[in-house]
Structures are given as C-alpha cells and as structure tokens.
C-alpha cells in the first residue's frame, strides 16, 4: 500500500481531478490547499529563509491512498494532468504504508483501500 502526495498548481487541479476519478480502482482523494516556496530566490537559485515571506506561491496538496498494483497508474495520470512544462508544476511523493484502518468499516490493509 502506499501513500501518493501530491502538491500540484491550482491551474492544474481541476485535470488532475478528472484523471483521478477516471481511475476505476482509486477510492477517492484529498485536497488540502497549500503554501511553499520554490527553488531560485536567492544567488546560484538557493533558498534564503531569512524572513517570513508573505508571498508564499499557492498551490493544492492531494492524499492519495492505494494499492501498489495501481501505484503507477496514479502516478502517470498526476504527471499527464499536471505537466505544463514550466518551473512549479510541483511534485509527487511515494511513501509506503506499514497499514490503513477504514474507521467506518473496520477493515485493514487493502481491504480498507
């Protein structure tokens, strides 16, 4: 089972939507708005966090649960809606799941999925 995280321009988050749902064995998805700031603010494109910056680049982060069997099908769908091609398309992380509990239901490990 792994965990994709997902942080992808507002622009693109409609696309990324429908790809997701289009996927007949994803369950369902996250979205939770987020703030960063990307590579390139200070000399030779470092990041200099001296201050607060207020003008945080807004983007949307995306949970995504699933079984490994479908892992790089989400993954291709996210990289296909997402892509522009231009700095701060954003970036998908993979990380494995020792476990998932479906509060509802009770069930465990893929089941729950």
Same mark, same amino acid.
């Given at each position: 089972m792994k965990q994709v995280t997902a942080i992808v321009r507002p622009g693109r988050l409609e696309a990324v939507e429908q790809v997701l749902h289009?996927?007949? !064995?994803?369950? #369902?998805?996250?979205?939770?708005?987020?703030?960063?700031? +990307?590579?390139? !603010?200070?000399? #030779?494109?470092?990041?200099?966090?001296?201050?607060?910056? +207020?003008?945080? !680049?807004?983007h949307f982060m995306l949970l995504i649960f699933c079984s490994d069997?479908?892992?790089?099908?989400?993954l291709q769908a996210i990289e296909k809606a997402a892509h522009t091609g231009i700095p701060g398309d954003g970036i998908v992380a993979v990380t494995t799941l020792t476990d998932v509990l479906r509060i509802r239901t009770g069930e465990r490990g893929n089941e729950a999925l």
């Open positions: 289009a996927l007949p !064995h994803l369950p #369902g998805f996250t979205i939770v708005p987020a703030q960063g700031h +990307p590579r390139g !603010h200070g000399e #030779g494109h470092r990041y200099i966090a001296d201050e607060w910056d +207020p003008d945080a !680049h807004q069997d479908f892992l790089d099908d989400v």
